[in-house]
């Protein structure tokens, strides 16, 4: 049988163990995570001095807890050479249905997680039963499955966060103060994995499966039954990595965990283990996770676009498998599970002298940079942290030209994070900006539910936070800087009503789900509409915030209600994408409206092709909220909300709006 342990046959003098000139090279090559791992380390450290402080190294530890938990799951299937793309959506599954039945079903907390873990190894076991008895390749199955698993979290929370238990919310915090849990139960889970991987007969089967299934088969193994176990195990570790997700944000995010498969796979494969099977083991998976962890944490503490932290971490996982290709033709080979005897033995003690000699020079290296960097990352200017919930969209830009406009004239350095629309992610980026030692943040969130630990966070390290356009739940703001978004839904509604003369078809196109700003809106276009009996709705559809969703969705929508007369999209970019849809229809048999009073928006509202859009002032917001945030920062009293006025934009306006 194959296992994860790589040894050279020959070094380069031809000589057993490589204990030749080439001992070096063939160290590093064995050993290719753990060295990224240090050089990342030490070339942060000398980056930044704000890396190496103890709040830091902990967030870095919590940032990867989720990722390394799902990778651990997934070390099983990728060593019986399998995929599982599902445990994202699996995670955000286990973690809903618990939120669900703890509180909308009054279940008690107990049985609650029991049932979401449940929910996680019931997802698992249905990969397994259609890979191993229903013949789909592992891609297709649990391609599947991440589908379903997402559809069902949303169906089960209608697209809305649910609180989490407080009993449960737990698992997010921190022991006597300082140590986080999340890393506490990364830490169990990977000493659960090592153990079943190198202790357990259905680990000796993993690497037997992985090695050659067909002679595994004929040995004896019972390969259909060992895969419903490897992949109810994968199951099992998502539903634990979507609980420890949503006890960091108090809450369940049916579209948390996004993207996080990918992660879970790149730290598999960072961390050694071959996508051919066979290879693979819980610490290499562990370093993988961590890489991943210091490379953004790093990455956001010197500013680095996330647009480039995406480029960087594909060039990383290329590296990755690069270096796999390149120690196989350099004669490191698998060692048969079997080989653990007196080798085994005698490898050991050089092994643990080796990473024994790794934590040294580390720390030697970091010590003295943390010297040399003792007090280079403090500056005369004031320093603000900009956490948008995403840069994919024109109004969330236009907010962060307002304020770096802002910061520049006040003189204030302002460091923007992108959290792409991922709760957690924003999370990360908050805890960074706390451990870095800011003087204020302004944070846009994703979810006003999710932002509330983080900020609370910031809070007790007596950093003001000021929210921008949208509030933070159960936190303390110094200022919340905002359009009214259910009194813009409301005028919406009027505008539409009215230029139908109060009777019509329409249809609404809502935002991505979960979001504060899509529930407020159609808040506001739901109780602004009640006034107006004779507008019948005719379907509402999700389209993410999105113009390419917005198209293929309103297209979509007109073979089924060709009759429709009217739109409102929850943002300019959904109803520019319906105007392309309706072609000669926009502007003239069916009316549009939009929101937030994009530049693209406008224009069309000039062109006549958008009726109206409900105009937020972007720039301005970002303005007023640095201007608040650098007041907060020198202890001077601000506004607890400053309200950005709202207008309804028509063609009889839009000349004279500046926006």
Not at 356 to 366: E, I, P
Not at 596 to 624: F, H, M, N
Request: proline share 4%; charged share 15%; hydrophobic share 45%.
């Amino acid at each position: 049988m194959a296992t994860d342990t790589l040894k050279s046959t020959t070094g380069a003098s031809g000589a057993p163990g490589g204990r030749a000139p080439g001992g070096l090279r063939r160290l590093l090559l064995d050993n290719g995570a753990l060295t990224a791992l240090i050089v990342l380390v030490v070339a942060m450290s000398a980056l930044s001095g704000d890396f190496l402080t103890t709040d830091n190294l902990l967030n870095i530890g919590v940032q990867a807890a989720v990722t390394a938990i799902l990778a651990f799951g997934v070390t099983f299937v990728i060593v019986s050479a399998g995929i599982d793309l599902s445990v994202g959506s699996v995670a955000a599954l286990s973690a809903t249905v618990l939120a669900w039945t703890a509180t909308s079903e009054g279940v008690p907390v107990w049985i609650a997680v029991i049932l979401a873990v449940a929910t996680g190894i019931a997802c698992g076991l249905v990969n397994g039963v259609l890979i191993s008895y229903g013949k789909l390749p592992p891609f297709i199955a649990t391609l599947a499955m991440l589908s379903v698993g997402r559809g069902l979290s949303l169906v089960i929370s209608q697209g809305s966060p649910i609180p989490f238990p407080g009993s449960v919310s737990h698992l997010g915090d921190t022991l006597g103060g300082w140590l986080p849990v999340p890393v506490l139960v990364m830490i169990a889970l990977g000493l659960v994995t090592a153990l079943i991987l190198g202790r357990t007969y259905i680990g000796r089967s993993m690497y037997a499966i992985g090695g050659n299934e067909e002679a595994a088969r004929l040995s004896g193994l019972r390969v259909k039954r060992q895969k419903l176990v490897i992949y109810a195990l994968s199951g099992l570790f998502a539903a634990a990595a979507g609980i420890v997700l949503a006890s960091r944000l108090s809450s369940a995010q049916p579209q948390a965990a996004q993207g996080y498969e990918l992660d879970a796979i790149a730290a598999v494969v960072i961390g050694g283990a071959s996508l051919a099977g066979g290879t693979g083991k819980a610490s290499g998976t562990l370093i993988g996770a961590l890489i991943l962890a210091v490379l953004r944490n790093g990455l956001n503490l010197l500013s680095v676009s996330s647009f480039w932290q995406q480029v960087v971490i594909g060039v990383v996982i290329a590296l990755a498998v690069l270096l796999d290709t390149v120690r196989r033709k350099a004669g490191a080979t698998p060692v048969s599970s079997g080989a653990g005897g007196a080798a085994g033995l005698k490898g050991k003690g050089p092994q643990a002298v080796k990473y024994g000699l790794a934590v040294v020079l580390v720390a030697a290296v970091v010590g003295g940079l943390s010297i040399f960097n003792n007090g280079s990352s403090s500056s005369a200017n004031p320093k603000l942290g900009l956490s948008l919930s995403t840069l994919n969209n024109p109004f969330f830009v236009q907010i962060k030209a307002g304020a770096q406009a802002e910061a520049k004239r006040l003189g204030a350095d302002l460091t923007v994070t992108d959290a792409q629309n991922d709760a957690s992610q924003q999370a990360n980026q908050l805890q960074n900006f706390t451990s870095e030692g800011v003087d204020s943040i302004v944070v846009n969130p994703v979810d006003s539910d999710a932002a509330g630990p983080s900020v609370r966070s910031a809070n007790k390290s007596g950093i003001p936070v000021v929210g921008v356009d949208r509030g933070v739940n159960k936190a303390e703001t110094a200022a919340l800087v905002a359009s009214d978004n259910v009194a813009g839904g409301k005028l919406g509604a009027k505008a539409l009503a009215e230029k139908l003369g109060g009777k019509g078809k329409i249809v609404i196109l809502q935002g991505q789900a979960g979001t504060s700003a899509s529930r407020e809106r159609g808040a506001g276009f739901a109780e602004g509409l009640k006034a107006y009996p004779g507008i019948e709705v005719l379907a509402k559809q999700p389209a993410d915030f999105d113009r390419t969703k917005g198209l293929d969705v309103m297209t979509n929508l007109l073979q089924a209600h060709p009759d429709v007369q009217g739109v409102f999209a929850e943002n300019d970019e959904m109803a520019l994408g319906a105007i392309k849809a309706l072609g000669s229809k926009a502007g003239k048999s069916v009316q549009v409206i939009g929101f937030d009073g994009t530049p693209d928006g406008l224009k069309a509202v000039e062109d006549g092709t958008l009726y109206a859009s409900v105009a937020q002032q972007p720039k301005e917001l970002g303005r007023i909220a640095v201007e608040n945030a650098l007041r907060a920062a020198d202890g001077k009293k601000t506004e607890r909300t400053v309200k950005v006025p709202v207008k309804v934009v028509t063609s009889e306006n839009v000349a004279g709006f500046t926006g």
